[in-house]
């Protein structure tokens, strides 16, 4: 089991950047899949971003954040971050970090996949 806390949240107008940060602990970091996944108030939760473990690892992107949203790891830290531009009013939400329940699987955008997650920070873009 690992546990992840994430940080960076905040409230920031459209347009903005903001980048969030993931810290993970307690287990091999470097080896697991790592996910972003949002959630607004009344919504499903929605993959955002995925970054694959061991060398090399892939990153995915969901439609909505493609071209602005950025992940990236240091596996060296047990960290991630998400590096997210040109915010919108709809990206408002709690963005949670999760990490894969295996090792070295290709990354997924299905929340089922990953077993451990962080109790979340709020991202809130006003128009």
């Known amino acids: 089991q690992v546990q992840l806390v994430e940080s960076g949240g905040g409230l920031v107008q459209a347009g903005d950047s903001l980048r969030l940060s993931c810290a993970a602990s307690?287990?091999?970091?470097?080896?697991?899949?790592m996910a972003w996944f949002r959630q607004a108030p009344g919504k499903e939760r929605e993959f955002v971003a995925a970054?694959?473990?061991?060398?090399?690892?892939?990153?995915l992107y969901g439609d909505s954040v493609k071209g602005r949203f950025f992940i990236s790891r240091d596996n060296a830290k047990n960290t991630m971050s998400l590096q997210m531009n040109s915010l919108k009013p709809e990206d408002t939400a709690t963005y949670f970090c999760?990490?894969?329940?295996?090792?070295?699987?290709?990354?997924?955008?299905?929340?089922?996949?990953?077993?451990?997650w962080g109790q979340g920070t709020q991202v809130t873009v006003s128009a």
């Open positions: 970054a694959g473990g061991g060398t090399g690892g892939s990153a």
């Open positions: 307690g287990r091999a970091f470097s080896v697991y899949a």
């Open positions: 999760a990490a894969d329940r295996l090792p070295l699987r290709p990354v997924s955008v299905l929340a089922v996949r990953y077993g451990d």
